[in-house]
């Protein structure tokens, strides 16, 4: 695979989520040129390691690991279901070298646009990361095959450093196995309070969804707006809104996911229940 360089086209048509980091790009442009304004530009990279809460489009490193950890069932998604996805990691500790380097000789790199990320030596596939994990956790687990691509995905993408190595002479110290192992470490460490968080979690509007096409006898009138805000006011009552804690019923719903009681199996007049958890 190449390894994707600043100067990299952006013409044609991206995805919102990376048409929304471009919008930013310009906006800083923009502004610093209208105000007179220093800034740097960095285009990070899958960042990895310790107290990073892992999901499946954010954060895929920490995700996979903990999953084997807590033998969670994971899924290969999209490009055949084979896992040939590949990515680069770069450590936490790296990016804030680079960081600290900027900040301190900010004039020297303000107004360019800088690739951050682990490069070609620091990039793997998924399924040689589900072999890396299962050495480091000693647990293999069930990775089911979804070989529909999910919009806007990409099988590869490399991030080319060689323009921030030239200018700072910075380069990745740590490697993608000291990663694991650090974040591998974080997670043992802490396994009593990240045991509590579950690896598959749906949004909220996700579950709304399921509920309004299952019973929509149950929540006649009530507007799918009106149920999302009202499941986040209860939030705003929790001590502790993000972890295991269930949300407070709202006309008479409980959202609390059960897999005692999957919503496949939820008949009318049940219960529904929702844990609220890190996305």
Same mark, same amino acid.
């Given at each position: 695979?190449?390894?994707?360089?600043?100067?990299?086209?952006?013409?044609?048509?991206?995805?919102?989520?990376?048409?929304?980091?471009?919008?930013?790009?310009?906006?800083?442009?923009?502004?610093?040129?209208?105000?007179?304004?220093?800034?740097?530009?960095?285009?990070?990279?899958?960042?990895?390691?310790?107290?990073?809460?892992?999901?499946?489009?954010?954060?895929?490193?920490?995700?996979?690991?903990?999953?084997?950890?807590?033998?969670?069932?994971?899924?290969?998604?999209?490009?055949?279901?084979?896992?040939?996805?590949?990515?680069?990691?770069?450590?936490?500790?790296?990016?804030?070298?680079?960081?600290?380097?900027?900040?301190?000789?900010?004039?020297?790199?303000?107004?360019?646009?800088?690739?951050?990320?682990?490069?070609?030596?620091? *990039?793997?596939?998924?399924?040689?990361?589900?072999?890396?994990?299962?050495?480091?956790?000693?647990?293999?687990?069930?990775?089911?095959?979804?070989?529909?691509?999910?919009?806007?995905?990409?099988?590869?993408?490399?991030?080319?450093? *060689?323009?921030?190595?030239?200018?700072?002479?910075?380069?990745?110290?740590? @490697?993608?196995?000291?990663?694991?192992?650090?974040?591998?470490?974080?997670?043992?460490?802490?396994? @009593?309070?990240?045991?509590?968080?579950?690896?598959?979690?749906?949004?909220?509007?996700?579950?709304?969804?399921?509920?309004?096409?299952?019973?929509?006898?149950?929540?006649?009138?009530?507007?799918?707006?009106?149920?999302? @805000?009202?499941?986040?006011?209860?939030?705003?009552?929790?001590?502790?809104?993000?972890?295991?804690?269930?949300?407070?019923?709202?006309?008479?719903?409980?959202?609390?996911?059960?897999?005692?009681?999957?919503?496949?199996?939820?008949?009318?007049?049940?219960?529904?229940?929702?844990?609220?958890?890190?996305?």
């Amino acid at each position: 695979f190449k390894a994707v360089a600043e100067n990299f086209p952006l013409g044609r048509v991206r995805s919102l989520y990376g048409t929304t980091k471009l919008a930013a790009e310009l906006i800083i442009q923009e502004y610093a040129d209208s105000f007179n304004l220093q800034a740097i530009i960095n285009r990070c990279g899958c960042l990895a390691g310790p107290w990073q809460f892992g999901k499946v489009d954010q954060g895929v490193l920490t995700l996979w690991l903990a999953a084997h950890y807590f033998n969670k069932e994971l899924a290969y998604i999209g490009f055949g279901g084979r896992g040939k996805q590949v990515r680069d990691f770069l450590h936490i500790q790296d990016l804030f070298e680079i960081l600290d380097i900027q900040i301190n000789h900010f004039y020297q790199y303000s107004g360019e646009i800088y690739n951050i990320g682990g490069g070609i030596k620091n *990039s793997t596939s998924l399924v040689n990361l589900t072999k890396i994990c299962q050495k480091i956790t000693g647990n293999k687990i069930k990775i089911k095959s979804i070989k529909k691509n999910r919009p806007n995905d990409v099988i590869s993408y490399i991030t080319d450093i *060689s323009k921030i190595k030239k200018q700072a002479h910075w380069s990745p110290q740590i @490697s993608l196995e000291k990663t694991i192992e650090d974040t591998y470490n974080w997670i043992k460490e802490n396994e @009593s309070v990240l045991k509590n968080i579950r690896i598959n979690r749906r949004k909220i509007s996700e579950v709304v969804y399921d509920f309004y096409r299952t019973y929509p006898e149950k929540i006649e009138g009530i507007s799918e707006a009106t149920l999302i @805000s009202g499941i986040f006011k209860a939030l705003d009552k929790l001590e502790y809104k993000r972890f295991n804690i269930p949300i407070k019923y709202y006309n008479d719903i409980f959202f609390v996911e059960s897999s005692s009681m999957p919503f496949s199996k939820m008949g009318p007049g049940k219960k529904i229940e929702y844990f609220l958890l890190p996305y």
